[in-house]
């Protein structure tokens, strides 16, 4: 028998003391709390500042003090994710009315590898760092994370079996499977995926100096760099909502269909998975450009004889000045490259 883990079910779900990851008891959804009335909502938040009332119904709910419930969310655990960092619920375009629309709630994103590995050992763990708006590439497996439906309720399902019970998770494209990808692509996610761990540990190097006063630090400067150019490759370069990043695309991690709109964003935590894939994979192009040569050459512009050159006569006069601006933020190496291609 299958059933949808109604809002009465979320007592199955358990916060214990991991220190990154949420596990997912696969007890028979039945023996839920159902006196807590537990609205969905509350888990896409949970993540973030949880209210008080949260913080103690969840207390109640796992039997934790607050205090360890506390640590256990990103504001708790990372507080340098929030809030350009975090992956929150994808922006819209409401095409009707001409306005941006930003649901509230975190965006779960998944290793469907990392799940069903779980299944095996008997119970399943939403990991915290899949929150991190610089990780699409499981550092495990190596294989992109996928992308759940944007609300809870509709992403995880849990179906009874003679085995017990098992929760699987759906995305847009159906339920999670792990795919498969040939020894090129293979190669290209793994060198991305390191690009991507780097930047996740520079961005929790970054957590535990906030608010010091010695100066920026070398993560700092790598996390300055990033969100200044990722600023950039988000801008709208054309009357149809072509973006900076649609000129400087790569071939293995192109920008999804959709984001040719008007969203002003110019973060990654309000991108869906594969946009933020491909924005990373740009900006680690012009960052490490002997590294990532390989990755450059399927990109007409990144390969060209001054790719930083492109990008600011791209940008505009107006938005270019800007972006150099802030080079006093950039590492020096970096810096100095974007102020001769001025
Ligand atoms: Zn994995």
Known sequence: MAGCVSPADWGSVEFLDYSDCHRISP???HTGNRTLGWPPDA????DLGPPEPILQAFSQVTRLSQSVIERHTVVGANPG?????????????NTTDHRLVLPAGVLFNVCPACL????????QFIRMKWLCAAMTIC?????????????VDRALQCRHSPAGPRFSFRTRKGVLKIPFYDQRSSKMLALMGKFEQTVRLALTARSSTLGSTLGASVDEKLISVIEDLTWALLQMVGFDGTRLVHHFQTLPFPVPRGWRDL??????????????RSVLAVVACLLRPRQFAELARTAPRLCSPSPNSELLRCL???RANWLLSRAHRWPIAFREHMERAA
């Open 263 to 276: 969203s002003p964003i110019e973060t990654l935590s309000r991108a869906d998975v594969s946009l933020r």
């Open 43 to 46: 888990l896409m938040e949970i």
């Open 81 to 93: 994710w929030l809030p350009e960092w975090v992956t929150l619920r994808t922006a819209a375009w």
């Open 316 to 318: 505009g006069t107006t």
């Open 116 to 123: 069903y590995e779980d299944s095996d050992k008997g119970c």
């Open 139 to 151: 550092d495990e497996h190596l294989i992109p994370l996928s992308e759940c439906f944007d609300s």
């Open 27 to 29: 007890r028979p959804a």
